[in-house]
């Protein structure tokens, strides 16, 4: 999983698929290390179809996932794991708030975390005015992608600075 020459590991971060996962973003995934879908997956298949160099992907079950047969026993609602650098957490966020979930509320939740991913929403954020850092993919799909099915690179290493990179495809 990790690139040991240079202790990075590449996190592709996507969310609020509804069933449909946008090629670009599947070959993003293709080109990291680990994969992350923030809720909303809406198939199975969605997630088999997500392959990681490592084959390692993480999940969790948002709002609309019991209503596509995919349950909290299958998914948790919340999850951490380590990367080089600093603990991720992922929940899809619906929790702290509607429309537009708390980043305070996230931030309070998971004090331990350098970086919390959630979904929801559709909207790519990348707040990274305190700590720790917030984002949200977007929309990886066809649903309400707000300009475009979008994901998330997070380059992790425990030697440097973590970096971002933002992806959006036309629809």
């Known amino acids: 999983m990790q690139n040991l020459k240079n202790n990075k590991v590449t996190v592709a971060v996507i969310s609020d698929t509804h069933a449909h996962l946008d090629n670009r973003v599947a070959e993003i995934i293709k080109s990291c290390d680990i994969a992350v879908h923030a809720g909303d997956i809406c198939g199975t298949d969605i997630l088999e179809s997500m392959q990681p160099k490592s084959g390692k992907v993480y999940a969790v079950t948002g709002n609309n996932d019991p209503y596509c047969h995919i349950s909290k026993k299958q998914l948790p609602e919340v999850l951490s794991f380590e990367v080089p650098g600093g603990k991720i957490t992922v929940e899809h966020g619906h ?20 970086l919390i991913i959630y979904g929801h929403t559709h909207k790519k954020i990348v707040d990274q005015s305190a700590q720790p850092w917030i984002v949200n993919p977007g929309a990886a799909g066809k649903t309400r992608t707000h300009g475009g099915p979008s994901c998330l690179v ?15 495809f036309s629809e």
């Not at 929790?95 to 350098?114: A, I, N, T, V, W």
């Not at 997070?154 to 440097?160: G, N, P, Y």
């Open 95 to 114: 929790g702290h708030g509607s429309h537009q979930p708390s980043h305070e509320s996230l931030r309070k939740m998971h004090p331990d975390s350098k």
């Open 154 to 168: 997070i380059i992790c290493s425990k030697d440097q600075e973590w970096e971002i990179v933002k992806h959006r």
